[in-house]
């Protein structure tokens, strides 16, 4: 389902909204593989694809967040971190996308090779400035912290966070909100924010309206990662407006998570019609066999979104994005100002 079509590829484009662990080539997976004799199910890219990636709508969130398993032992050096953080940068720039947040969990991608974690944000810094430099973009990062590892990992991955906050824009809390309430995690979170470090969580992905609103008043965040649900409770769609939050939506991961019944149901639109903050990403690129241009073709072809709608989600995203001001401003004028002002 990648796309490339020239109609959406050509649009210069934002990202806020992208796992790193979801986004490593299946070739790649294979090289890794080789070299560090690594089991796999299958060492051919055709035939580990099963594995893989998800074409099909699920049950549920869980048994995506299962098949990541094998993406989590790939990642076996800094070195390869930084291979995986290059390689998705590159295919940013080859849908066009200026602005992009990429965000991982460090617990989660380092432990199971017990890896530094300095030495992997080395890594991702050094792809970082090569992709900035040859493609011209901005790239910001953000840390998660995954609810699935608990309250102490949640500690651990914001300290770090702070203690990296030139390099870190953002906290991200994911991972299953229907399994782990807020609760343990609203001390840690909020001193990221104390810290300066700005804050995104998932929240309303599988979960309803009520779960979003809870999430708003415990860590007045910035950004919710998907909130779609809030859908079903204009009490929080006019919650989520009135403190401003920018919705991070990733309408073909909300349909394969069966966090929708159907794309055509996705609330995309609506949430737009209602003035809501709405932004398009891709979630997990790689796992989800998607891409930026393909979830704007959702938009535009199956939800009714004109091409001016989708650029104001592009002007969202750039407002709402925690890359520095300086060099979000500078690609915005660049490259996006003639396509939509964002005064
Ligand atoms: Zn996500």
Not at 78 to 101: S, T
Not at 213 to 221: E, G, R, S, V
Not at 287 to 302: G, K, M, Q, S
Request: charged residues 25%; glycine residues 6%; contains cysteine.
């Amino acid at each position: 389902m990648k796309n490339f079509d020239p109609k959406y590829n050509d649009i210069p484009k934002t990202e806020i909204h992208c796992h790193l662990e979801g986004a490593i080539r299946t070739q790649t997976i294979i090289d890794i593989a080789r070299e560090y004799d690594l089991k796999l199910p299958a060492y051919e890219a055709g035939a580990l694809e099963k594995y893989v990636k998800v074409y099909d709508q699920l049950r549920d969130l869980q048994a995506v967040l299962d098949a990541f398993e094998i993406f989590q032992n790939s990642i076996t050096s800094p070195a390869v971190f930084e291979r995986i953080a290059w390689e998705l940068f590159e295919d940013c720039a080859k849908q066009n996308i200026k602005l992009f947040e990429v965000r991982f969990s460090p617990d989660w991608a380092f432990h199971g090779h017990d890896l530094n974690w300095d030495a992997c944000l080395d890594g991702l810094l050094r792809a970082k400035e090569r992709a900035e430099g040859k493609f011209d973009m901005g790239i910001g990062i953000i840390a998660i912290t995954s609810r699935g590892m608990g309250a102490e990992s949640c500690v651990k991955t914001v300290d770090w966070a702070i203690r990296h906050k030139k390099q870190i824009q953002g906290v991200d809390l994911a991972d299953g909100e229907l399994l782990y309430p807020v609760g343990n995690f609203v001390k840690p979170m909020l001193k990221a924010k104390d810290a300066g470090l700005r804050i995104t969580v998932h929240s309303g992905e599988d979960t309803p309206a009520s779960a979003v609103m809870d999430t708003i008043h415990a860590f007045q965040p910035d950004r919710i990662g998907h909130g779609i649900h809030i859908i079903e409770d204009m009490n929080a769609v006019e919650l989520v407006k009135e403190r401003g939050i920018t919705l991070e939506i990733n309408p073909w991961s909300n349909y394969l998570t069966n966090s929708v019944p159907a794309i055509e149901s996705h609330p995309l639109k609506k949430l737009f019609d209602l003035g809501v903050r709405v932004t398009i990403n891709s979630d997990d690129p790689e796992v989800l066999e998607t891409n930026v241009n393909n979830e704007y073709r959702i938009a535009h072809e199956i939800l009714g979104m004109s091409m001016d709608e989708i650029s104001v989600c592009n002007r969202y995203a750039f407002e709402s994005s925690f890359i520095p001001e300086e060099s979000r401003k500078r690609i915005w004028n660049k490259y996006f100002n003639e396509v939509s002002n964002p005064n």
